[in-house]
């Protein structure tokens, strides 16, 4: 079945969003190289390639449906940061953003009876509640230990240890 043409813009649409938030990510890392916090560094680093990652699935079912990909422009990130605490609450905006954009594309998907689109986004519902649970949290650990550095290194160390998890092997 072709895609809906409506539906075909928002998908690719979907890549520059999911490529604009990798260029968000890398942006929030270099912010952190600058600082003593290179497990954030790290965790903001991972988080683009992730993204990167999102951006080669939408792409590749695109490809896979026959239809056109339309790659557009990405904005310049903002680098400017007030503290650790900061990047994170513009991480969780970030990713409460992408969230209603897979909604949009699902309810669309819904409307015009594409099940397979429908079964495709179904992993990406998944990954964003796993995604803000996972920058929730920090946030919260991040309120509790405040200005206390002992703490801020304990949760940058740990930050450290996050790996990416693998979705399509396409980075
Ligand atoms: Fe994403
Ligand atoms: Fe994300």
Do not use: C
């Not at 099940?115 to 995604?131: A, G, I, S």
């Amino acid at each position: 079945m072709d895609l809906d043409s409506k539906l075909q813009n928002l998908l690719n649409e979907q890549i520059n969003h999911e490529m604009s938030s990798s260029y968000v990510y890398l942006a929030m890392s270099s912010w952190f190289e600058e600082t003593p916090y290179s497990g954030f560094a790290q965790w903001m680093y991972t988080q683009s390639l992730e993204e990167t990652d999102h951006a080669m699935k939408f792409y590749r079912f695109l490809a896979d449906r026959n239809a056109k990909v339309e790659l557009m422009a990405i904005e310049q990130p903002s680098a400017d940061y007030d503290s650790v605490l900061d990047v994170f609450k513009a991480s969780l905006g970030q990713e409460r953003r992408v969230t209603a954009q897979i909604h949009d594309l699902y309810s669309l998907a819904d409307e015009v009876r594409d099940h397979e689109t429908k079964n495709f986004l179904n992993w990406f519902l998944d990954e964003q509640v796993e995604e803000e649970k996972n920058v929730r949290d920090m946030i919260d650990r991040l309120e509790l230990v405040g200005v206390n550095p002992v703490g801020l290194l304990q949760l940058d160390q740990e930050a450290a240890g996050r790996k990416p998890v693998a979705a399509s092997g396409a980075v």
